[in-house]
């Protein structure tokens, strides 16, 4: 199993920035992806930006150019660093970890973008 513990959420206003941090415990070894989802009141849940043990990124349309995903596999920790915040990026956001047979998620961690 792979426990999740996620940090950095929080209120911003319009244009600030924010970091946000998960760091992975238990059977990290089989680890491929880390990635963070968000999901929005009335919404479905949706990627934010993944990557790979490798370093490939997928970043989503939406927040390319604004968000940046990066992991420190010596501290199995995967960020998401948030700049240019919008009021429409407001959700929970979600750190998800995935191996070849399973997928984990955190607790979630509210952002809320607002002046």
């Known amino acids: 199993q792979v426990q999740l513990l996620e940090s950095g959420g929080g209120l911003v206003q319009p244009g600030g920035s924010l970091r946000l941090s998960c760091a992975a415990s238990g059977s990290i070894f089989s680890i491929n992806v880390m990635g963070w989802y968000r999901q929005a009141p009335g919404k479905e849940r949706e990627l934010v930006a993944a990557?790979?043990?490798?370093?490939?990124?997928n970043i989503a349309d939406s927040v390319r150019g604004r968000f940046t995903i990066s992991r420190d596999n010596a501290k199995n920790t995967v960020y998401l660093q948030m700049n240019t915040l919008k009021p429409e990026d407001t959700a929970v956001y979600y750190c998800?970890?995935?191996?070849?047979?399973?997928?984990?998620w955190g607790q979630g961690t509210q952002v809320t973008v607002s002046s």
């Open positions: 998800n970890v995935a191996g070849s047979s399973f997928s984990s």
């Open positions: 990557i790979t043990s490798r370093g490939s990124a």
